[in-house]
């Protein structure tokens, strides 16, 4: 049984259906008041209301874990829980610089709490493997796609917020320690948030189009903390163009690769070079 099988509606029409799991709305106008509050949240933030912001990504987390558990076993519920870790990766970026002043290490604190909440949901929603693109076919010949985007989406960004430089030199001890943080933790955790996960269930529940478009879009607003509307409008393309890798290829592997070494280029290599 496919998944879309197992969701029981049409993912591809689903603003339309017969049926929802609230009387009165549809089953899209529920998962779109879901991501406007998200979006909300994030431009209160961005406007300088910061204790607003954190309210809202509050109040929509907890809105967020009650609805997915009233409506538990629909596509929508499937969709409102993987909406959830977007609050929940705000709160931990915000709060995070309280207990550390590492700025690269910081990430790991930021990211590696996201594997759990990811695995809970992951679990209870019986997502396989291969839905979430965990799968090493092709790495190889793909290695010199990942390098060629990861660095074309660094040189485009770091225009947009002329980013600085988060190791002394390029040495192969720096090099190495950046590669680990910004690979396995934030390349992973961003990458099976907004991709394998996010961008999976808003295409279940939109169709593959609609739902590339929104988690691309929710991406880039979830970068609001750069605190310039280029950068969002940026880490939207970047989102969009590694969503197509992923719609393509189905690789997980290829697109955390390519996350990572966009942000190696971008906090490492192309600063210091310059």
Same mark, same amino acid.
């Given at each position: ?95 995070? *610089? ?73 040495? =192969? ?10 690979? /396995? ?6 990458? =099976? ?19 590339? =478009? =929104?988690?691309? /879009? ?18 939207? /393309? ?32 192309? *600063?210091?070079?310059?």
């Amino acid at each position: 049984m496919t998944d879309h099988e197992q969701l029981g509606s049409d993912p591809h029409d689903i603003g339309q259906t017969s049926s929802s799991v609230v009387p009165g709305l549809t089953d899209g106008y529920i998962i779109g008041i879901a991501m406007l509050m998200v979006v909300l949240a994030e431009l209160l933030l961005y406007s300088g209301n910061i204790r607003a912001g954190v309210m809202l990504h509050v109040v929509t987390l907890v809105a967020l874990s009650i609805s997915s558990v009233w409506i538990d076993g629909t596509h929508v519920s499937r969709s409102l829980q993987v909406l959830s870790l977007l609050p929940i990766l705000r709160l931990l970026n915000m709060s995070m *610089p309280v207990f550390s002043e590492m700025t690269l290490y910081l990430y790991v604190y930021v990211y590696a709490p996201m594997v759990l909440p990811a695995y809970f949901i992951i679990k209870h929603q019986s997502i396989k493997k291969d839905t979430l693109g965990f799968h090493f076919q092709g790495m190889l010949k793909l290695l010199p796609l990942a390098v060629l985007v990861g660095f074309l989406i660094a040189q485009g960004e770091n225009f947009t917020i002329h980013a600085g430089n988060l190791i002394p030199d390029l040495s =192969l001890d720096s090099i190495l320690k950046i590669s680990i943080v910004m690979i /396995f933790f934030v390349g992973l955790g961003e990458e =099976l948030v907004f991709r394998s996960l996010l961008q999976t269930r808003l295409s279940d529940s939109f169709g593959p189009v609609k739902g590339l =478009l =929104l988690a691309s /879009f929710l991406f880039g607003v979830m970068h609001s903390g750069y605190g310039t509307i280029y950068e969002i409008f940026f880490t939207s /393309f970047a989102g969009l163009l590694l969503g197509y890798m992923f719609q393509r290829t189905n690789s997980f592997p290829l697109i955390t690769l390519t996350h990572g070494l966009v942000n190696i280029f971008l906090f490492g290599i192309i *600063p210091l070079m310059n």
